[in-house]
């Protein structure tokens, strides 16, 4: 009963914080230059150091200054170890190399900070506030599976050179539990912030939390319902349109499914599968300066063997794949096969970068530019 009356009174402070108005609208970043198209077509994929662990999983980046890329995933024996720890590295375009991996985040220093027992660390996530900062978010956990895992969050002022102390957010009534982030953050018009999520105790669903400009979750709304899809991505086409994909979960036919919203993400449609398979995996996916949206994805209902590039002249109505980035029978295999968690990007050059687990032993960036994008149409 104590515990019953507890949880009510949370709740009902929780329901109260979380009933903000909704956003302005989305804030679009900013287009690319149209001279990119111009240039001269080149792909080039390379593998990012790694000297420190065994395994790795689940990049994610973002541009700084100089067009550089500063790279985040997370590592260790294997996943879920207790030796796991979050890393980063920084790609330079003039020289086409990343910078040694450094250690950003163990479950020690995670511990110390948060004041509570770490068990493992898991999937970061990272973006840019209004006013320039790198917001970094990742997940931790101390009881339990990822079912029982909670969001942190960790600002840095100088590119991610130096961090805030991670803090952890309040987004669930129910002990602050079960909730993730894998998509990236992205910008409404009046400066806050929203953060795709998911859940996985009681059910498989997606969320996403709209966060004030210092961090705090002021509204979360619901983006699929159920136990079967998890890890959304969204991506804005204008103030008020946006569509989501996310990771299906539920039974065959294994497919990538889709949400749209109209009214800058107050109230999003039920999702529907594509025509593009899923074998219960991540998808990433980017909306280039004038078109088309790019899906990268695992082009199979059963295993991650085929990462592949899919495009969308309309929004996501229609699908072509374009390219297949793993899984040519010529192409140099990872000693585990598996290509997944794909990560991709627009930088203001108007070059396309993506990141992926490439055998969960390293990360893998493929760069290319639109003039060989619009040669594989």
């Keep these: 009963m104590l515990l019953a009356a507890a949880i009510a009174v949370f709740g009902g402070l929780y329901l109260r914080t979380f009933t903000a108005p909704a956003p302005a609208g989305f804030a679009l970043p900013k287009a690319a230059p149209l001279a990119a198209s111009a240039s001269r077509p080149f792909y080039r994929p390379q593998l990012l150091p790694n000297n420190t662990t065994r395994s790795v999983h689940s990049a994610t980046a973002a541009e700084i200054s100089g067009g550089r890329l500063r790279a985040f995933w997370y590592g260790g024996s294997r996943e879920g170890a207790s030796d796991v720890a979050i890393y980063t590295s920084v790609f330079s375009p003039p020289e086409r190399t990343w ?4 250690v950003l985040v163990t479950r020690e220093s995670a511990q110390r900070h948060l004041q509570r027992y770490v068990r493992k660390l898991g999937n970061p996530a990272v973006g840019r506030d209004r006013s320039g900062r790198l917001w970094l978010f990742f997940v931790s956990v101390s009881v339990g599976g990822w079912a029982g895992s909670a969001v942190n969050l960790m600002v840095s002022e100088d590119e991610g050179e130096t961090w805030s102390p991670p803090r952890r957010l309040v987004t669930s009534p129910f002990f602050n539990i079960s909730t993730l982030v894998r998509g990236s953050p992205l910008q409404f018009a009046d400066g806050t912030i929203g953060l795709p999520a998911y859940h996985e105790m009681a059910g498989k669903f997606g969320e996403l939390l709209r ?4 961090g705090r979750a002021i509204r979360k709304i619901r983006l699929s319902w159920g136990r079967s899809s998890l890890q ?7 103030e008020t349109d946006a569509v989501g994909f996310m990771r299906h979960a539920g039974g065959p036919p294994g497919r990538v499914l889709m949400i749209r919203t109209s009214d800058a993400g107050a109230h999003w449609s039920q999702p529907v599968r594509t025509v593009l ?14 078109g088309p949206l790019v899906l990268a994805f695992n082009n199979s209902q ?11 002249t309309d929004f996501g109505i229609t699908w ?11 192409s140099p295999k990872a ?7 794909p990560w991709i990007m627009q930088d203001t050059a108007g070059d396309i970068h993506v990141l992926y687990t490439w055998g969960r032993s390293r ?3 493929v760069h290319f530019n639109r003039a060989w994008l619009v040669g594989r149409s």
């Excluded at 910078?99 to 450094?102: A, D, I, W, Y």
């Excluded at 072509?320 to 029978?329: C, D, I, N, S, Y």
């Design 335 to 341: 000693p585990l096969p598996e290509y997944s968690y």
């Design 320 to 330: 072509r794949v374009a390219h297949r980035l793993e899984g040519e029978p010529a």
């Design 277 to 290: 398979p899923n074998p219960d995996a991540a998808v990433g996916a980017v909306l280039l300066a004038n």
């Design 363 to 365: 990360i893998k960036h």
């Design 211 to 214: 966060l004030d400009t210092e």
């Design 99 to 102: 910078s040694p991996e450094r």
């Design 232 to 238: 959304p991505v969204i991506v804005p086409r204008s």
């Design 302 to 312: 059963e295993d991650r063997e085929d990462l592949s590039l899919a495009l969308s």
